[in-house]
């Protein structure tokens, strides 16, 4: 018995000297270096009595190790759960509880905190630096540079990816084999991946985006990887003339557009650039067109399923919209409240069934069969609408439609409404509770650099194109809009801040 995953990803460039990663120090490891090491960790991982299918907990830093990881655990049958390095000591000890993860890898910093808490739940720790040191490497260094693959089959699990948590305890997404290589597959032929490309690749790695993606397109299509620590403006300026694609979030091309170093002749390298994990605003496109002549391509995917869209590669890559379901993955506009299929051009919940889709929560039998129904289709929570030529588009998440005086609300509307506004850089519209209408809408501005804006004339402009009960109730200004670590703004913290205006 095979193990296609392994197989796929990593086995098919055993002994292979061709460059896999290059670092921002002017070194490079190879994949035939990068596999020893990852089978000399595997060595450790199981000489410390972990079996196929237990689970290993990863909050590290970015690092070739920290990847080396990943692949070990695919190697050995183990089951990767990559936890975002922003988590608490109290975040972690429900993962580590709730997945029952038989090994926690943490950084060295965090051994006195969440040791005693591992041990008391019967995980062992190891350590493992943002530098490539730690007990893990340590141990790993004395191992054999090669391990025997242990099988495994397509439908087994592959990784827990948790969600983020903001309605409720977070939710492990069981993530399978088949679902990670369908992803990847189709990726690398819609996007055209090749041996020849080099990805500049500066997204976290505890993330779908920057491990599920990116990483495993890269190495599906045998090509390399330039791998920064993180998003470094000088860096990625510095890094970019050796590249052939990047994928990152918004907030990645708005600081490129706004540095004049990033100029035309800086992209002339890059084949492709790619968004996604948070809408990109339409003039970013139009800036990023007008300065690069390339127009970036937007995608669509979520936890549970990585990518659902995509903009296609050749072909229009419209603003505003995700683009078109991927290969092997069917999408429709259902009711929120029956689960009938809407009319095209019409908003509701967004509706996906295909390979990509996860087995369905850990530990969770209730949440799963609340989203995931019996023929299939995932329950995305997104709320979105498929346009007349068949491109789709977001206009939010499900927790975020505002319900006011019976009438159904969606946020993006009015988001496209005011970002519209002179001065006004961007902003989120949310509900927040009322007296007589149970919600109302209130919209949060972020001005311009330097722009003061006049909410009383925005309000004044914004009432032809929205009908009455879209108007905002107020319009609040603020410096910034909160984020999480993917660049998607926060918008539960947005109505517990402003929960009491009308109250």
């Not at 005693?116 to 943002?130: I, K, M, Y």
């Not at 990726?187 to 990116?214: C, K, N, S, Y």
């Not at 509900?431 to 007589?436: A, F, I, K, N, S």
């Amino acid at each position: 018995m095979a193990n296609p995953l392994y197989d796929t990803l990593f086995g098919a460039h055993a002994g292979s000297e061709a460059p896999f990663l290059y670092l921002p120090d002017g070194n490079k490891i190879t994949y035939a270096g990068f596999l020893e090491s990852s089978a000399q960790i595997a060595h450790v991982l199981t000489g410390l009595g972990l079996w196929a299918g237990d689970r290993v907990a990863l909050q590290v830093q970015k690092s070739p190790q920290a990847l080396a990881v990943f692949a070990a655990c695919v190697q050995a049958g183990l089951v990767l759960l990559p936890l975002n390095t922003a988590y608490t000591t109290e975040e972690l000890t429900y993962f580590i509880e709730n997945s029952g993860a038989a090994l926690v890898i943490i950084d060295s910093g965090k051994l006195e905190a969440l040791a005693p808490v591992a041990e008391g739940l019967g995980a062992r720790v190891e350590t493992l630096n943002a530098d490539g040191s730690g007990s893990l490497t340590d141990k790993a260094a004395q191992a054999p540079r090669q391990f025997d693959t242990v099988p495994r089959g397509e439908d087994d699990l592959a990784a827990f990816l948790y969600t983020s948590g903001t309605t409720g305890r977070s939710k492990g997404a069981m993530l399978t084999q088949a679902n990670l290589l369908s992803n990847a597959r189709t990726l690398v032929q819609e996007w055209r991946f090749t041996a020849d490309d080099v990805l500049l690749h500066a997204l976290p790695i505890f993330h779908t985006h920057g491990l599920f993606v990116a990483t495993n397109v890269t190495l599906v299509a045998g090509g390399s990887m330039i791998f920064l620590p993180g998003f470094d403006l000088d860096q990625i300026l510095a890094q970019m003339p050796k590249a052939t694609a990047m994928m990152g979030v918004p907030t990645f091309y708005t600081r490129l557009l706004d540095d004049p170093r990033f100029t035309r002749g800086a992209a002339v390298h890059m084949r492709l650039f790619i968004s996604g994990s948070a809408p990109l605003l339409a003039e970013t496109h139009v800036q990023f067109e007008a300065l690069t002549g390339q127009r970036i391509l937007e995608r669509y995917g979520m936890t549970e399923t990585n990518m659902n869209t995509s903009n296609p590669y050749d072909g229009e890559r419209r603003a505003g919209t995700v683009g078109f379901p991927l290969p092997g993955v069917e999408l429709k506009i259902t009711n929120p409240e029956t689960g009938a299929t809407l009319p095209q051009g019409e908003v509701g919940a967004i509706e996906v069934r295909g390979p990509n889709v996860f087995k369905g929560y850990w530990q969770m039998p209730e949440k799963t069969a609340a989203e995931l129904r019996e023929d299939g289709f995932f329950i995305t929570g997104d709320l979105g609408v498929i346009d007349a030529d068949g491109y789709v588009s977001i206009v939010g998440r499900s927790k975020d439609l505002i319900i006011s005086g019976g009438y159904n609300i969606y946020p993006k509307e009015i988001e496209l409404v005011l970002d519209e506004q002179d001065g006004v850089l961007e902003s989120a519209v949310i509900g927040v509770p009322h007296r007589d209408f149970g919600e109302t809408v209130v919209g949060v501005l972020v001005p311009r650099n330097g722009a003061t804006l006049d909410t009383d004339a925005i309000m004044e402009k914004i009432r032809q194109p929205l009908a009455r009960f879209k108007h905002p109730r107020r319009l609040v200004v603020v410096d910034s809009l909160p984020r999480n670590t993917m660049g998607k703004v926060q918008k539960n913290l947005l109505r517990d801040e402003f929960k009491d205006l009308f109250v």
